[in-house]
């Protein structure tokens, strides 16, 4: 799907929670993506779509109810196959950096920001001494736009913009590979989530990192991501080149084309009804009851071509011709 070197390789991931009475939920299906070096995919998709599920199982984060299947190749690593001590030792902030989407309750409550920034550094990077600590945790805080006079503060004496801030200050501390960022500009305002998309951005351009963003501001997706994956109902239905996908072509996927057409700033008109449930979705496509494109033929799950998983995928009016 790149030219370049891969990073993070998802082939066929899916994810089923087992809920008592022995139902089951969808909540990832069939997978596939690479990251590569120097490159931001940006993962985009309504709430509820299993976007942030997708990012747990790259990280083993998810509860035992969770079964996980398919392929997911960090470098020589499968990170589906890894036991939690590979995940904990030698993956979490040292190949994966991580900008989590509640940053309050990933942040240690009786530790103030400035203790966890120096413990951090000290892991990841070897680095001692008071005064070299102390220099590298305000140099972070500043690439996080995190104000050094809160240094000193708590989490629970911060409001959610400078968590969500603090969360991203020490995930760029490990300089790590891959950098999952799930929502990382929540609770900021335009200013700051410029910031901190054009600083997630250095911090991939520099040093040919790969950057995995979910979000749901697309206005900071198409600011900073080279790709756009658009997730619905727990599978990738859509994977296309940023420039085109917000440009006068479009997406091609109708789903995709709603998400840009309910913008404010676009034609601000809503996609009409509301998602399937993950526990019981459609054997078809699960956006056809959505769709002004159904037809019969939508009653069978659309193949994923190269770009598009639709039956009836609308055309570039170059591709026309």
């Known amino acids: 799907m790149t030219e370049r070197e891969p990073v993070l390789s998802v ?15 969808a909540a990832v299906t069939d997978a596939h993506f690479d990251v590569a070096a120097g490159e931001c995919l940006a ?3 309504e709430s509820g779509c299993g976007k942030s599920v997708l990012a747990s199982a790259l990280l083993g984060l998810l509860p035992a ?6 392929e997911a190749l960090l470098g020589d690593l499968d990170l589906v196959t890894a036991d939690e001590r590979t995940l904990a030792r030698t993956v979490r902030g040292r190949r994966i950096g991580l900008i989590p989407q509640s940053p309050a309750a990933h942040l240690t409550p009786v530790r103030t920001i400035r203790s966890q920034l120096e413990e951090t550094l ?19 805080a500043g690439r996080a736009a995190f104000p050094p006079g809160h240094l ?10 400078l968590a969500q801030r603090a969360a991203t200050a020490l995930a760029l501390v490990g300089e790590a590979p891959l950098l999952l960022a799930d929502e990382p500009t929540t609770g900021l305002d335009r200013d700051l989530v410029n910031h901190t998309v054009d600083e997630l951005r250095r911090h991939v351009d520099d040093a040919d990192r790969a950057l995995l963003m979910i979000t749901h501001d697309l206005s900071a997706a198409e600011r900073i991501a080279d790709r756009i994956a658009v997730m619905y109902a727990g599978r990738i239905i859509e994977l296309s080149d940023a420039t085109s996908f917000f440009g006068p072509s479009g997406p091609r996927h109708p789903y995709s084309r709603g998400l840009l057409q309910a ?20 054997d078809g496509c699960a956006f056809a009851a959505r769709c002004d494109r159904a037809t019969p033929a939508c009653a069978a799950q659309p193949r994923m071509t190269e770009t598009v998983a639709c039956h009836h995928p609308h055309v570039p009016e170059d591709a026309r011709a």
């Open 65 to 70: 109810n969770a079964q996980t299947t398919g």
């Open 122 to 140: 000290t892991a990841l990077t070897g680095m001692r001494g008071r005064a070299a600590l102390r220099d590298a945790a305000e140099e972070a």
């Open 152 to 161: 000193d503060r708590h989490p629970h004496e911060l409001s959610g913009g």
């Open 11 to 25: 082939r066929g991931l899916s994810v089923r929670f087992l809920m008592p009475g022995g139902r089951r939920v």
């Open 263 to 282: 913008l404010p700033e676009r034609a601000f008109t809503p996609i009409p009804g509301m998602p399937p449930e993950l526990g019981d979705l459609p």
């Open 43 to 45: 993962l985009i998709g």
